[in-house]
């Protein structure tokens, strides 16, 4: 058989070869991170635990692959016939399931220790910070600590994906439909061809697939950034709308927290509350609500003095640079808060009769922000007093100056 039929026959094999080369690393890649990265959550704050899953992971790793793919045959084989005389069914030890068990613990020490040193990385004083605006371990976790580990974990996830789809051509011998199988039958009739092709098509679908994690690293990376074509923080066109009333007092507002929170109901107002302000002269509302709650915007006639900031907020630094840019942010007990306060804007927060331990009793100041000024509730779900109060606090600030 002359190279241009060898290379024709070749063509003809690999829809059915690499299906099943793309069944067996996909599976297996993906079982290998379910339970790697729930296992490095879990470790994180026990070091006893990461110890043992970074060595046995290790262990692992030092078996050859060939070996590994073997070793599960008489395993599954005996658990085969046990289910066999339990059950009366059974299931083969070839293929495709020794194949995925063996390459999901070749994919789980790149997993694991990328994921571990990403969040053992992070500098602990922002889990503090997290933890000092009303954030649950959990959530610090998967609102902070995550993205900033994310671009450590997904080079991880990458060296998985190539060591998975390189080994997987190795579980022909068990049985298993692979790109392996032109190496295998090349080797044994000395068809180089075969040889060189399913070696080029193993290799081009380790880049694509390194290429596809790159993508979506990148696409991470400018979201948590914000897209190049918004420009830096805010967009080009709230710039204008914040900068276009300057001789106008401007204030940004919240009027609910997260609903998750277990004092949310205590702690929010609703915008018809904020109506005091609205009408007041030389002030220019902005909100800087976000989620559901930002519909009630609309759902007043008062709404419509209100400018919108909400869509442009993708994230914290976002939400900064708003606040850099208002002379007074008033809100209730939430992150915009503390944000606020931390840049040393003048902020103006409501508290609730059963206030957090942070905003403390009896005073109006607080000994955490030195810009900010407390305004608390005198009585349960009554936040008409509170408002008047602020309402006319806000003009005293205006005919001052």
């Known amino acids: 058989m002359n190279a241009a039929a060898q290379i024709a026959e ?27 990265l729930p296992l490095a959550f879990a470790s994180i704050r026990r070091p006893a635990l990461r110890s043992a899953l970074l060595g046995l992971a290790s262990i692992v790793q030092t078996v050859p692959s060939l070996a590994l793919l073997a070793l599960f045959y008489p395993l599954l084989l005996g658990l085969a016939a046990l289910t066999e005389r339990s059950f009366g069914a059974g299931f083969s030890a070839l293929g495709f399931l020794p194949s995925v068990l063996a390459l999901t613990l070749y994919s789980m020490l790149p997993v694991l220790r990328n994921t571990i040193a990403g969040l053992e990385g ?21 609102m902070v600590e995550l993205p900033l580990a994310l671009p ?47 070696c080029a098509a193993a290799a081009i679908f380790a880049l694509i697939v390194d290429q596809l994690l790159a993508l979506m690293e990148t696409g991470l990376a400018r979201r948590k950034r914000g897209a190049p074509d918004r420009g830096a923080l805010v967009d080009a066109e709230q710039r204008g709308r914040l900068h276009g009333g300057t001789d106008r007092e ?44 930002a519909t009630q915007l609309f759902q007043s006639w008062k709404g419509g003095k209100v ?28 992150s915009v ?6 840049l040393g804007k003048t902020v103006w927060t409501l508290i609730p009769t059963n206030p957090d331990w942070r905003w403390l009793l009896g005073r109006d100041d607080s000994p955490w922000y030195p810009t900010m000024r407390l305004f ?10 509170v408002f008047a109060a602020m309402a006319a606090a806000l003009k005293a600030r205006i005919a001052g100056g």
């Open 152 to 198: 450590i974990i997904l080079a991880g996830i990458r060296t998985a994906a190539i060591w998975v789809i390189g080994a997987a051509t190795l579980s022909t011998p068990i049985g298993q439909t692979s790109l392996g199988n032109y190496i295998f039958t090349g080797l044994q009739t000395q068809n180089w061809v075969f040889v060189l092709f399913g």
């Open 250 to 293: 401007q204030g940004g507002h919240q009027d609910q927290p997260a609903a998750s929170h277990r004092n949310d109901a205590a702690r929010s107002c609703r915008f018809a509350d904020f109506a005091p302000m609205v009408d007041i002269p030389g002030v220019q509302l902005y909100s800087l609500q976000k989620g559901p709650a």
């Open 10 to 36: 070749a063509f003809a094999r690999l829809p059915a070869y690499l299906g099943g080369h793309v069944a067996v690393s996909v599976t297996a890649l993906l079982l290998g991170l379910a339970i790697s």
């Open 337 to 342: 808060a503390h944000l606020a306060g931390a």
């Open 376 to 385: 608390r509730q005198p009585v349960r779900d009554e936040w008409g007093g």
């Open 122 to 142: 992070i500098d602990p004083a922002i889990r503090e910070a997290a933890l000092g605006v009303g954030m649950t371990r959990r959530q610090s976790l998967t």
């Open 307 to 334: 400018i919108d900031l909400q869509y442009g907020l993708l994230d914290y630094c976002d939400t900064a640079s708003a606040i850099q840019m208002m002379d007074v942010v008033i809100t209730v007990d939430t």
